[in-house]
């Protein structure tokens, strides 16, 4: 195992430390795990809380700020935070507009994010609670846990935090959250597998030569395993993918995202891929973001993201942000 | 007749036995989750022994209560809410009884397993805790002897879980795939009824 870290068991509040000397706007409670916007409460503001396990860094601390989350609760590696993190965070950035949990739809994310809701609704906070599942790969039935939530989760927390920015009240700013949801499709791949701290070894097995299309953020399989593909090939299936569930009848959003171990040589060279099938397919691409965003340790692959927009989400998309993962307009 | 003590050794034991097998259930867990199931109750469980011993709660069932916070507060994942409401209902549906019969308790793990159910949506096939669970409380009679039968359902029922496919949970997402490995959760449900078989002996 060759990892930049002192033990498995602090690497998450290690982590912390050093994010808390690089962002001086930040508030972060090392014990506590919890990451907040320095101004917090912000009067008459509505606040966002996300979280989720760690290891898909920057999401969900590297947005934390003007425009964006008012404070994200990190669990350990792939492990969703515990309902005392997310109601100490509600309970700092709560300016009395109310506070909205941004939930992955994920079973340990959703059950703490529920017990959190009953102990801060208990200290008089007015929550609502939006839950993002955008993967396409794996399909929602009786049978199944439903789909998962995972690069629309950057477009929720970029949009609904711009909302709530403008001072839009709670029931405004978790329908426009729901809404981005709604427009959003996702579809991932995986080249290799990524390595937890606590287990030293690759979460999957992917032998060289072969890629998992489908994959979720904690290297959970999807559909297939193929041999080896061009970025041309892996662009034409995974945008297929999404455009197949939600064909978009406007302009849309656009995630390239990299699982951790891509470089953006090869991710700007899927970007070309990917606008290509747009162009090819017809679709009107608004704005695109390329790069690191929702990873997965040091898995190396991508995901693709699409969000239909109509003209107030591109405005809000647009709108200023000053995170340390995601600034712009200011 | 159980008092405090049995059920503090009981969670005790529980944590010892959790920290021996970590290794074993993380790697039941990389098959078909994503690799911390042992990790997570290690660190639950530590706590909850180090609760324990700071709090000492004089009752059955304050000492079940208080170890299922105590999981709810520090393991995360899907186990944290999951052990936590196991062990946090069957503690009040003992009451405040200094000691309980072997039957009350019995019937208390039945509504904490009943509890468990319903947070996850989950029932008995779908290749989850539940498979350890409910044959084990179903086993579970009027005396400390039943502990021992409620100990072998649990095992055969996490054995079961192998040719199972999974509905709930993050194994579900693996469809098909799934099929072949034991469920993680199943199989730490089943150290927890033997511990407990064990304790009483």
Same mark, same amino acid.
């Given at each position: 195992m060759r990892m930049l870290i002192n033990v498995p068991e602090t690497v998450v509040a290690d982590a912390l430390r050093g994010m808390a000397a690089a962002h001086p706007e930040l508030s972060v409670d090392v014990e506590n795990r919890v990451i907040v916007r320095r101004d917090a409460p912000v009067a008459g503001k509505v606040a966002l809380v996300s979280g989720g396990g760690s290891g898909h860094e920057p999401l969900h601390g590297g947005f934390v700020g003007p425009g964006m989350l008012s404070a994200a609760c990190p669990g350990e590696v792939f492990?969703?935070?515990v309902p005392d993190q997310m109601a100490r965070a509600a309970a700092a950035v709560d300016s009395g507009e109310g506070v909205l949990f941004i939930v992955k739809n994920y079973t340990g994310d959703v059950l703490n994010f529920d017990m959190a809701a009953e102990l801060a609704e208990d200290e008089g906070v007015r929550l609502a609670k939006v839950l993002v599942n955008d993967d396409v790969a794996v399909t929602d039935s009786l049978y199944t846990a439903g789909r998962r939530g995972t690069g629309a989760t950057l477009f929720v927390e970029k949009i609904a935090g711009a909302a709530a920015e403008e001072g839009a009240p %709670? &029931?405004? =700013? &978790?329908?426009?959250?729901? +809404?981005?949801?709604q427009n959003s499709r996702s579809f991932g791949v995986a080249l290799s597998a990524g390595t937890t701290p606590a287990k030293g070894s690759p979460t999957f097995d992917l032998p060289s030569g072969e890629l998992e299309l489908g994959v979720g953020i904690h290297g959970e399989p999807g559909r297939e395993r193929r041999a080896m593909m061009t970025s041309r090939e892996i662009a034409d299936f995974s945008v297929n993918a999404v455009l197949e569930d939600l064909p978009p009848t406007g302009p849309v959003l656009v995630l390239v995202n990299g699982m951790g171990a891509t470089p953006l040589l090869e991710l700007y060279g899927f970007n070309a891929e990917v606008q290509r099938v747009l162009i090819e397919r017809g679709v009107a691409v608004a704005r695109t973001l390329v790069g690191n965003y929702v990873t997965s340790l040091d898995m190396a692959g991508c995901s693709v993201t699409l969000c239909q927009v109509d003209e107030e989400l591109l405005r809000l998309w647009?709108?200023? =942000? +000053?995170?340390?993962? %995601?600034?712009?307009?200011? | 007749m159980l008092d405090a003590d049995f059920f503090r050794r009981w969670l005790t034991a529980a944590a010892v036995c959790v920290d021996r097998e970590a290794g074993r259930l993380t790697e039941l867990d990389s098959a078909i989750g994503d690799a911390d199931h042992g990790s997570n109750l290690q660190r639950g469980f530590a706590a909850v022994t180090a609760v324990l011993e700071k709090e000492a709660p004089q009752t059955p069932g304050a000492v079940l209560t208080l170890a299922g916070r105590q999981l709810i507060s520090t393991v995360g994942g899907a186990s944290g809410p999951l052990y936590g409401t196991l062990l946090r209902r069957t503690g009040k549906a003992l009451g405040e009884d200094a000691e309980v019969t072997p039957g009350r308790f019995a019937e208390a793990l039945r509504a904490g397993v009943a509890a468990v159910a319903q947070l996850g949506g989950a029932k008995a096939g779908d290749k989850t805790m539940l498979d350890a669970l409910e044959p084990a409380v179903a086993a579970l009679g009027d005396t400390t002897a039943s502990f021992a039968a409620a100990s072998e359902a649990a095992e055969r029922g996490a054995l079961a879980t192998v040719p199972m496919q999974a509905r709930k949970g993050r194994a579900s997402y693996l469809g098909e795939r799934s099929i072949g490995h034991q469920d993680p959760g199943a199989t730490s449900s089943a150290l927890l009824i033997t511990t407990l078989a064990e304790v009483s002996s």
């Open positions: 492990t969703s935070p %709670l &029931e405004r =700013v &978790e329908a426009i959250a729901r +809404q981005v949801n647009d709108a200023p =942000v +000053q995170t340390a993962a %995601l600034r712009w307009g200011r | -």
